[in-house]
T-cell receptor
Framework: DQQVKQNSPSLSVQEGRISILNCDYT??????FLWYKKYPAEGPTFLIS?????DKNEDGRFTVFLNKSAKHLSLHIVPSQPGDSAVYFC???????????FGTGTRLKVLA | EAEVAQSPRYKITEKSQAVAFWCDPI?????LYWYRQILGQGPELLVQ????????DSQLPKDRFSAERLKGVDSTLKIQPAELGDSAMYLC????????????FGEGSRLTVL
């Protein structure tokens, strides 16, 4: 049973436009969410996080939105840059366990 | 900038052989994780340590996999015997206790079993 789902395996966006990556979860006990970026042959790099007490968190070009009722979060990248081309993973954990469940990832390609 | 160190970066082995991976977390990070990532999938947690104690190893195939963190610092993940299906990237991550919970990953160890 996949508790964290990223239903879009890939996404292509023009440089300068907005990229929206989506993530859904099934476990209502999840209360902390992370987004990671991964380049080939490298480990994942932390991007941004959000706690369930918030519905939005911003860091530069990256904004994460959380809709708890829908069990859905999204990562917005504005403006998108070619260097953003990578695989993006969302991850979720619950109740201070720091046990993170990862989604299957979305491959983002930003076209110059 | 402090990093999580992993070795080897690449390992090719034949099935039924033994293989070991090493991880040195960021200094002061009490929590250490081993994840396995199969191509096209997300990282899957194998084992989580808090200092030298195992917090969660429910997804670790204990008939062939073992993990230890004897002094609560660096850690070793062993597979014996390796099977074809073990081919994957093995990722180590660490985090501070009682922090935001952000995980810092190493570059990973790519295992190919022939």
């Amino acid at each position: 049973d996949q508790q964290v789902k990223q239903n879009s395996p890939s996404l292509s966006v023009q440089e300068g436009r907005i990229s929206i990556l989506n993530c859904d979860y099934t476990n209502s006990m999840f209360d902390y969410f992370l987004w990671y970026k991964k380049y080939p042959a490298e480990g994942p790099t932390f991007l941004i996080s959000i706690s369930s007490i918030k519905d939005k968190n911003e860091d530069g070009r990256f904004t994460v939105f959380l809709n708890k009722s829908a069990k859905h979060l999204s990562l917005h990248i504005v403006p998108s840059q070619p260097g953003d081309s990578a695989v993006y993973f969302c991850a979720a954990s619950g109740s201070g366990t720091y046990k993170y469940i990862f989604g299957t990832g979305t491959r983002l390609k930003v076209l110059a | 900038e402090a990093e999580v160190a992993q070795s080897p970066r690449y390992k090719i082995t034949e099935k039924s052989q033994a293989v070991a991976f090493w991880c040195d977390p960021i200094s002061g990070h009490a929590t250490l994780y081993w994840y396995r990532q199969i191509l096209g999938q997300g990282p899957e947690l194998l084992v989580q340590f808090q200092d030298e104690s195992v917090v969660d190893d429910s997804q670790l195939p204990k008939d062939r996999f073992s993990a230890e963190r004897l002094k609560g610092v660096d850690s070793t993940l062993k597979i014996q015997p390796a099977e074809l299906g073990d081919s994957a990237m093995y990722l180590c991550a660490s985090s501070l206790v009682e922090s935001t919970g952000e995980l810092f990953f190493g570059e990973g160890s790519r295992l190919t079993v022939l």
